[in-house]
């Protein structure tokens, strides 16, 4: 894996604002056929593909997470990573998006959704996200919780034995909860993100086999995660109790290809993808996940009101995202990190291995 200024992975990089584009691509081209019924220069990606972008985000974080932790001294050192990491363009993006709404589309101004937005936990909260993308942001805290605890615990160094835990885990309940319709507690499932486990296991396991090397046992987990997400939400339901099988064998062949994709990451062989608009691009990603989609498609519908052609608000609405996105990268998200991580080292004990700024090595945030 090729490794750029300060060590970061650079095929990850590119992976990271590669499926960032897949997402704003799959939200607009849908949104103007659905509402304008054209699709922009004959182009329509379905947001299937969307989704399919995330679950690649959650093996990326999968093996990033396993990077930060090695860097940081403590469970302390890596929660305040990666808050500081995810929370200052979260909070920029929701304010802003809230903005606009209100004083340039006439939107009614619901302060309880945006104060529980705020805290990235709405759907703990009860309350819906304000922006549809936002579902991934609470998987992702999810699961940092829980690598938190394992790091508390003292278990990082089982990480293996755990996410091979956590894999049967979610299988059995898929077969219990979805199978066999015993309901189980809905936030179980939800704070153990039991449906994303084998791609962040998936991630996991890459990130040992980058630095430790490839084992018969890492080797059976990448299988055995590949396998479960054929399994999990695939098993037919006691209301359609036979196997669709057509539906198991894709996502078996989706995770397969995003498994593919990620290893020859890891490998080295997505080297020719590396360039300076694709690592652009991997900097702004998470910046313009959280801001694309509503602007997005308020813009694209105003302006189609307007009477302008679709290839061209397409056009203005996908040139306005990626402004919008290195705004808040390098006007709120970059100047805000620097600052808070230069305050958390000043207060550090002295002989500290990393701590939070240790993350500096990739450009990788959630998302």
């Known amino acids: 894996m090729k490794t750029g200024v300060g060590g970061r992975f650079e095929e990850i990089d590119v992976l990271r604002g590669l499926a960032a584009m897949v997402v704003v691509l799959s939200h607009y081209s849908t949104h103007c056929v659905k509402f304008f019924q054209e699709a922009p220069f004959g182009f329509r990606l379905d947001t299937i593909y969307g989704f399919y972008a995330v679950q690649l985000f959650f093996i990326i974080s ?18 305040f990573s990666r808050l500081t990491r995810l929370y200052p363009a979260y909070w920029a993006a929701v304010t802003l998006m809230v903005v606009v ?69 979610g299988c059995i309940w898929s077969l219990v909860d979805q199978h066999l319709g015993l309901a189980l507690p809905e936030t179980f499932a939800r704070l153990f993100i039991l449906s994303h486990a084998p791609f962040f296991m998936a991630g996991i396991v890459f990130y040992r086999i980058a630095t430790r090397g490839l084992t018969p046992q890492r080797l059976a987990l990448i299988l055995a995660a590949l396998a479960a997400a054929g399994w999990i939400d695939g098993l037919p339901s006691p209301d359609s109790p036979a196997v669709a099988w057509g539906d198991v064998l894709h996502r078996l062949v989706i995770a397969a290809i995003l498994f593919a994709i990620f290893g020859l990451a890891v490998l080295g062989g997505l080297r020719f993808a590396i360039s300076r608009a694709t690592l652009w691009l991997g900097a702004i990603s998470y910046s313009l996940y959280l801001s694309h989609r509503n602007l997005g498609h308020s813009t694209m519908s105003s302006l189609h009101e307007l009477g302008i052609p679709v290839w061209i608000l397409f056009t203005i609405t996908l040139a306005g995202a990626l402004i919008l996105a290195a705004a808040l990268t390098y006007l709120v998200e970059r100047p805000a990190l620097k600052a808070l991580r230069h305050w958390y080292r000043t207060r550090a004990a002295p002989g500290s291995r990393g701590g939070p700024d240790a993350d500096r090595q990739t450009s990788i945030s959630s998302a």
Not at 65 to 79: C, G, H, P, Q, Y
Not at 114 to 133: I, K, S, W
């Open 62 to 79: 999968g093996f990033v997470i396993s990077l930060t932790v090695e860097k940081s001294r403590d469970w302390r050192d890596f929660a």
């Open 101 to 169: 709404h209100v004083l340039v589309f006439k939107d009614k101004f619901w302060i309880g959704g945006y104060v529980t937005n705020m805290t990235m936990l709405q759907e703990f909260l009860g309350f819906p996200n304000l922006d549809n993308v936002f579902w991934t942001l609470t998987v992702e805290l999810a699961f940092y919780a829980i690598i938190g605890a394992l790091f508390a615990a003292g278990l990082l160094p089982r990480i293996e034995v755990v996410a091979a835990g956590w894999l049967a885990a």
